[in-house]
């Protein structure tokens, strides 16, 4: 069983975290996040090192306590180093292109897509096959390229469509002669 819970999250210089009752804020060079959490859950900060602890070992407040971690663990990460997702295009005339912040995917339909950002999320389009969605809220940065891979998601006989960049799809067999 792993104790990751039970260890504490060391804060970076370039972070800066703000501590009330029931809420926390961060503070980074990749920008800022706001998280609201249970009250029963305390957090404490000394030394550059955040530690979270539990009223009881009740089943409800050690779900909620390795929640709480895993949030405010990820905040710290991704406000220091930011957080990204990279999707990967393949079909015979499938591309994304750039329109200012928002990205047109032409994927196989009589119309193309244009998927916008939500603000503190950015997407980039190095080649036409390729796109980067990346910002400081790992949340965001998920449903964003959820939302791209769901305009075309993979398909299993040829493999055509959008798909994560380590993403393995498995491949059916067509119909025999």
Not at 118 to 125: A, F, L, M, R, S
Not at 164 to 171: A, L, P
Request: net charge positive; hydrophobic share 30%.
């Amino acid at each position: 069983m792993s104790r990751i819970g039970k260890q504490p999250i060391v804060v970076p210089d370039s972070v800066t975290v703000t501590l009330q009752p029931g809420l926390v804020q961060v503070k980074g060079p990749k920008g800022e996040l706001e998280q609201k959490f249970d009250e029963a859950i305390t957090i404490e900060q000394a030394d550059g090192v955040l530690t979270v602890k539990r009223p009881s070992d009740s089943k409800d407040h050690r779900a909620k306590h390795g929640l709480v971690r895993a949030l405010v663990s990820n905040m710290v990460e991704n406000c220091a180093n930011g957080y990204q997702k990279e999707l990967e295009i393949q079909g015979v005339g499938y591309r994304a292109a750039m329109k200012g912040k928002t990205i047109e995917l032409s994927v196989g339909y009589s119309h193309t897509v244009l998927i916008e950002p939500p603000e503190g999320v950015t997407i980039e389009c190095p080649q036409p096959t390729q796109v980067i969605v990346s910002g400081a809220d790992k949340q965001a940065v998920g449903e964003i390229a959820a939302r791209i891979r769901k305009t075309r998601p993979p398909e299993p006989y040829k493999g055509k469509g959008i798909r994560y960049k380590d993403e393995y799809v498995q491949r059916k067999v067509g119909k025999r002669a």
